[in-house]
């Protein structure tokens, strides 16, 4: 579970970085766009860290927010994300059991990101506690775990596409209960 979350904390952070290296084709044409474009967001970095974390200053946060897509970019972090991306592509045709096998490898390897991206982010700024980098991180991983739970549920209450809905009684499995 914390390997499918870490996992996707770091496509978020991919997006995050790709989107600042360069503007979306949709701002370039649509002038609605435009006008969105030009409210910048208030929140500096990385807007995917949450706005209050317990225990972490307003200062500490907005350092981090600000030093975690750097960090991301970093040639350490780039290794393990590689290392990742082999790890999903080897899991891709994987069968459920050597998925399972597979689970503390990628609990390694994301734990090897966030200690790379931890190292990197120290590195630059010195100022930044290595405890709240810590509780950043967790807040984000619960955040994304929220959002795993509400995306299954969602899943699991929407009908199946294509599946027809069961039939009435003479031709459906269950006969309907008399009421005396």
Do not use: H, W
């Not at 269950?174 to 009421?179: I, L, R, V, Y």
């Amino acid at each position: 579970m914390n390997s499918v979350l870490l996992a996707s904390l770091t496509l978020c952070l991919a997006a995050l970085v790709a989107a600042e290296d360069k503007p979306a084709e949709s701002q370039k044409e649509n002038p609605a766009a435009k006008k969105k474009a030009g409210k910048k967001n208030p929140v500096k970095g990385a807007s995917f860290v949450p706005e209050k974390v317990e225990g972490v200053s307003d200062e500490q946060l907005a350092k981090i927010r600000e030093q975690l897509p750097k960090a991301y970019m970093s040639p350490e972090a780039e290794a393990v994300r590689k290392r990742l991306a082999e790890l999903k592509a080897q899991s891709e045709f994987a069968s459920a059991l050597e998925k399972k096998d597979m689970k503390n490898d990628f609990e390694n390897a994301s734990y090897d990101l966030r200690k790379a991206l931890k190292e990197v982010m120290i590195a630059a700024d010195p100022a930044i506690e290595k405890g709240a980098v810590d509780r950043v991180f967790a807040e984000i991983e619960n955040i994304n775990r929220e959002r795993a739970e509400a995306a299954r549920s969602a899943k699991a209450k929407a009908p199946a596409k294509g599946k027809t809905p069961q039939k009435p009684f003479p031709f459906g499995d269950k006969k309907p209960e008399e009421k005396k």
